[in-house]
């Protein structure tokens, strides 16, 4: 299909990096919305799309990518794929990918400023100016130097949140699952309860997995130190809002900054619903960790060129759900590109097809994983789009979908 035919949909605002690459490309069908959609709209939206571009708030549910039927690929414009069925859409041949450093420094960044902002009292003491108060006083409100910061997931952000700590004269200890290499002077606990008792501020950079749903609850918080903090911009089901409402009531914890929330409204029209929003001793932000211009821009370039370089070359480095292919540039000939169930006899049922045909492979990648197969081919023959090739390689058992490049 020509460049011009393809047609890309960007949702969530995007950045003009993303559509400027597209068009630079050659991608001149680029739709972008600023907002999400719901599942109805979507639905019917994504019907005749070729790529979509997502950030958090997008559902790409099975059902939803069930309706998907022209789709190539998928962006998420962020870290987290949370937000779709990466094994559905793997399923339907579908890669997702995504930019996994890109806001890194700016998620470590606010948690960092917000460390401080707690430290101080300032969410109280903010809520009381707005209202005419005055609350000039120092009681409870402590410098950072010399606070222990615990991070729980010592990942990208959790290693970056850890060397800006440092930074400022913050001790730091880490839990993570996997042993993970101390930078700085930080030191990692062998449990999450040691971390939990030592700590002055929590903050929880974990991806959202069926391990982390729901881990931090009145138990964790329990054994938190009395008057610490708590700070959470990983996904809103890693802590239970009610469990920390109540630690927040009886003075356990003493103040929190929670970015990200188990509902959060899917547009700017609804309404953020929480028993948090009368809490004035919580910093709520709207999920905006990884909202700053530089991150975006970052973001916008980088997915883009991933989308584009799937699409032009069938490269699949970076997939988040799919069998890595590092493809080199298709210099002359043709591309076959055959995503199928991992089963035995696929490459050479495709191997078949091409030498009754004559074809000579210049070229042959193939990845699986437990669930599928990517098989690439170059053949040195330019192949006529009418020879029915692609044809023959659909109806190998186990057959996807075919993609072919001229
Ligand atoms: N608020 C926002 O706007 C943003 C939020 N995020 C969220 O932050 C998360 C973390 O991002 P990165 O640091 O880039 O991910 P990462 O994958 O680099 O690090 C996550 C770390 O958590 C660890 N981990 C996993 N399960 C754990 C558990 N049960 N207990 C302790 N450690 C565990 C992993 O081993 C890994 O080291 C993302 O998955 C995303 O959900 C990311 C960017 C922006
Ligand atoms: O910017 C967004 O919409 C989502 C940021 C985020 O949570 C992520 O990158 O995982």
């Known amino acids: 299909m020509p460049k011009d035919k393809i047609k890309v949909l960007l949702l969530e605002n995007i950045h003009d990096n993303a559509v400027g690459y597209f068009e630079a490309q050659g991608y001149r069908s680029v739709e972008r919305l600023k907002g999400a959609l719901d599942a109805d709209e979507l639905k019917a939206k ?3 799309v070729h790529m979509v571009g997502i950030r958090s708030r997008t559902k790409l549910t099975a059902d939803v990518l069930q309706a998907a039927n022209k789709l190539m690929c998928i962006g998420a414009f962020c870290i987290g794929t949370n937000q779709i069925d990466l094994t559905a859409a793997k399923k ?9 450093y890109s806001n890194t420094r700016s998620v470590a960044e606010l948690v960092l400023g917000e460390v401080i902002m707690l430290a101080r009292r300032i969410p109280e003491k903010n809520w009381s100016t707005h209202n005419g108060g005055w609350l000039k006083t120092a009681d409870g409100a402590v410098e950072v130097r010399g606070k222990t910061l615990g991070i729980i997931g010592y990942g ?4 970056q949140l850890s060397i800006l700590a440092e930074a400022i004269g913050m001790k730091v200890r880490y839990y993570d699952i996997v042993e993970k290499l101390a930078l700085g002077n930080a030191r990692s606990c062998p449990t999450m309860e040691e971390l939990l008792a030592d700590s002055d501020f929590v903050s929880l950079h974990v991806p ?3 391990k982390t749903k729901n881990m931090f609850t009145a138990t964790e918080m329990a054994q938190m130190k009395p008057g610490a ?3 959470n911009a990983s996904r809103g089901n890693v802590v239970v809002i009610e469990d920390l409402v109540k630690a927040l009531e009886s003075g356990h914890i003493a103040g929190a900054a929670i970015d990200v929330f188990p509902s959060e409204p899917a547009s700017t029209r609804d309404m953020f619903e929480s028993p948090l929003r009368n809490m004035p001793n919580v910093i709520l932000t709207p999920h905006i960790g990884g909202s700053t211009l530089e ?6 370039t980088e ?3 991933k989308l584009v370089k799937y699409s032009d070359n069938g490269s699949t480095l970076g997939a988040v759900n799919f069998p890595e292919v590092q493809l080199p540039l298709q210099e002359t000939g043709s591309r076959f590109m055959h995503i199928h169930n991992n089963v035995p006899g696929v490459l050479s049922s495709i191997n078949e097809v091409l030498s009754r045909r004559s074809m000579n492979i210049t070229g042959q990648y193939l990845r699986t994983d437990g669930d599928v197969g990517y098989v690439v081919v170059d053949v040195q023959e330019q192949v006529e789009a009418g020879l029915g090739i692609r044809h023959e390689l659909e109806q190998i058992p186990g057959t996807i979908r075919t993609r072919f490049l001229l």
């Open 303 to 305: 997915v883009a060129e």
């Open 92 to 100: 339907l041949g579908i890669p997702v990918f995504n930019a996994p």
């Open 208 to 210: 959202s997995t069926p």
């Open 156 to 159: 990208h952000i959790g290693t």
């Open 229 to 231: 903090m708590l700070l």
């Open 46 to 48: 994504i019907a005749d």
């Open 295 to 300: 991150a975006q821009a970052n973001i916008g």
